[in-house]
């Protein structure tokens, strides 16, 4: 069971099941506890190649035992999510721990990834379970209706669920290509249904820079 | 006296004339009332000795003794500061981690080599601490700096408490640590899974963990 510890530290009760959780993150633990890298996120050796090949490697170590286990990530703000049977996108360096009993998987964003500057593949967990995720800064959850579209700058943008579809959404004018374009060039817009994560903090992208 | 907690960064000292405080030298932010500011070469409490004590332990921070009337607030860094009230016990924390404490305290440094032989060396190097420590002990409050906010796990002897060597701040009360290492034929090939030291800490008293395995 997940729950949070202040807004920075995750405590999860384990009764002999398991967690996956990113590689050194544990910072104490009470009981018995049992750590072991999976090699490839634990998806096999089509997961662990498709990993390698996508530069979506996330080293992730499987956590058993029973007690309590205590996981921080140098002191980011950590959301979570619980999952029901819908999918949850992510990228690989913000995903803190899932339930064992959630897949891990990586799937292809085009042209928003390289905007986002965190590549073209992304990761995707789904499942029925809880995650956790980290972000700089305590992150909002956007809702996302049918009505309400929303747009994101890539550098803020940290996760989203459920049934969503993706444009890339670029503002660049004239003004831009003269060097005098605001920093906002380019925006991820969100339409259907589901819940976008966002952070108050911007990573540097290339969308920034012009 | 002790430490009121204003944010979350910063504490407020009341100093009244005959009650002397420590703190980190430069840790002072601002200050009311007439309040004198005076280095310690010493680098803390006790004689010529324990000042080459702690000079050969290399846990000699810059301190400095704050004394007068008023009220001083203190932080570093924009580090998240703890204030843990000791009621005579002994805390043990890293001495760069101190920011400020009450004179009531007595300060001294423990040979981790002491507690649990050529283990106890070890474990200093491997979490960066060296193999001396600093303690306190008393009646009195105490500000510790640490990375990103700190929480406390109690210490039961039917509940030992494992700490990654990297978060771990400080612990008081009657508490043994060893170091505790799961190595296995993984971290020989480099599969480990970054957790292969931990200090474990059995007894009764509490340990307290930041949420970072980031060093000051």
């Known amino acids: 069971m997940f729950r949070l510890q202040g807004s920075k530290v995750l405590a999860v009760d384990m009764t002999g099941d398991a967690v996956k959780a990113k590689n050194g993150s544990m910072v104490a633990y009470d009981g018995q506890m049992d750590f072991k890298k999976m090699s490839g996120g634990g998806e096999g050796i089509r997961g662990m190649v498709t990993r390698r090949l996508t530069g979506e490697q996330m080293t992730v170590m499987e956590v058993k035992g029973h007690g309590t286990c205590w996981f921080a990530d140098r002191a980011s703000e950590i959301n979570l999510v619980s999952l029901q049977g819908d999918k949850l996108y992510v990228e690989s360096s913000n995903l803190l721990a899932t339930d064992a009993g959630l897949r891990t998987g990586t799937s292809f964003t085009g042209l928003r990834g390289a905007s986002q500057g965190n590549g073209l593949f992304t990761t995707t967990v789904e499942g029925h379970g809880q995650a956790a995720i980290v972000s700089d800064g305590p992150a909002v959850v956007l809702r996302v209706s049918s009505q309400y579209p929303l747009t994101v700058d890539p550098g803020a943008y940290v996760a989203h669920q459920g049934n969503l579809r993706q444009s890339l959404q670029s503002g660049v004018t004239f003004r831009t290509l003269m060097g005098e374009g605001g920093g906002e060039a380019f925006q991820i817009r969100f339409e259907g249904d589901g819940l976008v994560y966002v952070q108050p903090s911007e990573r540097n992208t290339i969308a920034g820079d012009v | ?216």
């Open chain 2, 1 to 216: 006296m002790g430490f009121r907690e204003i944010n979350s960064k910063m504490v407020e000292a009341t100093v009244m004339p005959g009650q002397k405080l420590f703190s980190q030298r430069g840790a002072m932010l601002a200050y009311k009332g007439e309040v004198s500011f005076t280095p310690n070469t010493r680098g803390g409490q006790g004689g010529i000795m324990s000042m080459i004590g702690r000079r050969v332990a290399n846990e000699d921070t810059p301190l400095m003794t704050v004394e007068g009337s008023g009220t001083v607030l203190f932080g570093h860094g924009g580090h998240h500061v703890q204030v843990i009230n000791l009621s005579g016990d002994t805390l043990c924390v890293e001495a760069d981690r101190l920011l400020a404490f009450e004179g009531t305290l007595q300060q001294g440094t423990m040979f981790l080599g002491s507690q649990g032989g050529v283990m106890g060396m070890v474990r200093g190097q491997v979490s960066g601490q060296g193999l001396f420590t600093t303690t306190l002990k008393g009646q009195g409050a105490v500000a510790v700096m640490a990375h990103g906010g700190v929480f406390e796990i109690p210490i039961t002897p039917q509940r030992p408490v494992h700490v990654d060597p990297q978060a771990y701040v400080a612990h008081h009360g009657d508490v043994r640590n060893k170091l505790s290492t799961a190595l296995g034929w993984r971290d020989m090939v480099g599969r480990g899974s970054g957790e292969a030291f931990q200090l474990e800490l059995s007894g009764s008293g509490a340990v307290y963990v930041q949420a970072s395995e980031e060093k000051l």
